[in-house]
């Protein structure tokens, strides 16, 4: 250490449960972990709440949730936050989790030491695994990387940045499909441009972008984004054809992802496909004291879809509850007979 140097305190927590993944699943599984009166954290290499929905499609509407006829991915995330927030549970965002090491313990269950990619060290008595699909990063689009934060995105966090601007959204999928449905009635102009004549999104969905007044532009590519300080054209090449320059304040590059279990793929679980976690019936994976719910697990007749995750979540954290203490019921109770916190507070 040089002179004047001062090293960095190393953050550390102790909690009962850690939560590897804060996306919906993850977010409910912290919900149930306060039923049981577990202290909670969730860790997640992105900024906020809400995983793959909040980054993907905040303002997308989900027609799949219990008791939801439709709920946009903002609203839903948002709920969930609410729901959880009820039992303080520990936010560690924007940091992966890197390694997972066992701390035997003479006289109960081993605990664990969970550190992250910032150095925070967690101590905990069980993991559950609600990570999606691990860590995702988006596509690059080959030209125009330059303007990252500066008119082109891959993600929209709020249509109204969008208000009013000339659009290209790029790709052939259900997103690049979704964003221009959702981006026509507050642009200017919603300009679509595939490389391909036929598109990976749903035909309905094609349909109702054709239909929708945007303009489709396929066998293209976007070859380059030019202006000054921020985004202000745009050149798309079609297939033997010369380049056409559009007007375009906003790009948005919506080209997929790519997903990594990352470090966890040494944390010494049984993979199927090198993707997912093997669980058994309590969601438990091969390593005592770890389950894993939502996309990242694996087992006979799964179905990823967030419905699923939800249950699958509330099995993992109840266990999880026994296996923090061996003489506590699986059974949580039924939450209609739990005295809501204000309400209780106010009793107190």
Not at 118 to 142: E, H, K, M, Q, S
Request: proline fraction near 7%; charged fraction near 20%.
């Amino acid at each position: 250490m040089t002179k004047g140097e001062q090293s960095q305190p190393v953050e550390r927590h102790e909690v009962d449960l850690v939560l590897v993944g804060a996306g919906p699943v993850g977010l409910y599984g912290a919900y149930y972990a306060g039923v049981r009166g577990l202290r909670v954290a969730l860790v997640d290499s992105l900024p906020e709440p809400g995983g793959q929905v909040t980054a993907l499609y905040p303002e997308k509407p989900i027609y799949d949730i219990a008791g939801f006829p439709s709920v946009r991915g903002r609203e839903l995330v948002d709920n969930l936050v609410e729901q959880a927030g009820r039992y303080g549970p520990l936010y560690l965002l924007g940091q992966q989790a890197r390694s997972l090491e066992r701390a035997p313990v003479e006289d109960g269950p081993d605990r664990f030491r969970l550190t992250t990619s910032n150095g925070t060290l967690i101590d905990c008595g069980a993991v559950v695994v609600t990570g999606g699909i691990g860590t995702f990063t988006p596509r690059p689009l080959p030209a125009g990387e330059e303007f990252l934060g500066r008119g082109l995105s891959y993600f929209v966090p709020s249509l109204a940045d969008f208000t009013g601007t000339d659009v290209v959204v790029v790709g052939g999928g259900d997103s690049a499909c979704d964003w221009v449905l959702a981006l026509k009635p507050v642009a200017r102009s919603v300009t679509l441009v595939h490389r391909r004549t036929a598109f990976r999104a749903h035909a309905a969905t094609v349909d109702a972008v054709r239909s929708c007044g945007a303009t489709v532009v396929t066998d293209a590519q976007v070859t380059g984004i030019e202006g000054d300080e921020t985004l202000e054209r745009v050149e798309v090449t079609r297939k033997n054809q010369d380049p056409v320059v559009l007007p375009a304040q906003r790009v948005v590059a919506a080209l997929g992802f790519l997903a990594d279990l990352g470090p966890m793929r040494d944390w010494g679980f049984d993979l199927h496909d090198n993707r997912h976690l093997v669980v058994d019936s309590r969601m438990a994976t091969d390593v005592p004291g770890v389950y894993a719910a939502g996309d990242i697990s694996e087992y006979p007749g799964k179905v990823r879809l967030i419905a699923v995750g939800f249950g699958e979540v509330a099995t993992a954290v109840n266990n999880a509850a026994v296996h923090l203490d061996p003489e506590a019921s699986l059974f949580p109770g039924h939450s209609t007979d739990e005295a809501p916190v204000a309400v209780a507070a106010a009793a107190a």
